[in-house]
């Protein structure tokens, strides 16, 4: 067993006697049946000393892959922990984007691992709740809402209301959902509607002016062919 930190600038090896072994550990259970080359990535954690979360928080994961004798047994495991991760900010779009401003700030948007736990959240107290007590999930807070009873008819519902929901899906593992991460935006229905009734409030004029031009030139068209019917009609008289 060995292992070595970066503290600071430099790279120390880990005393023996504040060794640990933890061969039951994830990311060394999951290593042990990769194949040459292949690695491992652990689900995110906070980094804990002596069994106690690290303040401020500082969100951990595990890289790992296995080292295969001749025959292509593992004999060993090496494992990497990286800290100070860091996640898309709270906003989707970055200030002063023209999207952002029409919107009015209206976009949450939130980072869950594979359990649905909250990871990122614009609301502190979701942050790693999971990590301190009872598991708060965005399942939790986010249902589908079935419409006038049809299945095929069917929204996100929020505590807040009706959302608009989207899902990117960032995959860690090919073959399990362990290390995946979910980034999820969401926007209130009723934010939606406002904006789409401020947007027609202000092309009312324009759609007026349209309106005006088009009857004008509807007036004029009828005025010629009413001319010309009376030119002809004239001719015939003659």
């Known amino acids: 067993l060995f292992r070595v ?11 023996s006697q504040e060794l640990r072994a933890e061969p039951g550990a994830q990311e060394v259970v999951q290593a042990a049946r990769l194949g040459q080359g292949e690695v491992f990535l652990s689900d995110v954690t906070l980094l804990r000393e002596h069994g106690e979360v690290r303040r401020p928080l500082r969100p951990l994961v595990h890289l790992s892959t296995p080292v295969l004798d001749p025959n292509g047994q593992p004999v060993a495991v090496l494992v990497m922990a990286v800290n100070s991760v860091s996640f898309m900010p ?47 999930r965005w399942t939790d807070d986010y249902q589908v809402e079935v419409l006038d009873g049809q299945t095929g008819r069917t929204r996100w519902k929020s505590p807040e209301g009706p959302v608009v929901l989207a899902m990117r899906l960032l995959q860690g593992n090919p073959d399990s959902d362990i290390g995946s991460l979910r980034y999820v935006a969401t926007m209130p229905v009723q934010s939606i509607q406002a904006q789409a009734w401020r947007e027609a409030l202000a ?36």
């Open 5 to 15: 930190e970066r503290r600071g600038d430099a790279v120390l090896a880990v005393p």
């Open 90 to 136: 709270s906003t989707v779009l970055p200030a002063g984007n023209p999207i952002e401003e029409e919107l009015g700030g209206s976009v949450t948007s939130m980072v869950l691992n594979s359990r649905g736990d909250y990871l990122d959240h614009p609301d502190a107290a979701r942050r790693y709740a999971h990590e301190f007590g009872p598991a708060r």
């Open 203 to 238: 092309r009312l004029p324009m759609y007026v002016a349209l309106g005006g031009v088009r009857a004008v030139m509807l007036y004029l068209s009828r005025v010629g062919v009413r001319r010309r019917l009376d030119a002809r009609s004239q001719r015939l008289r003659l």
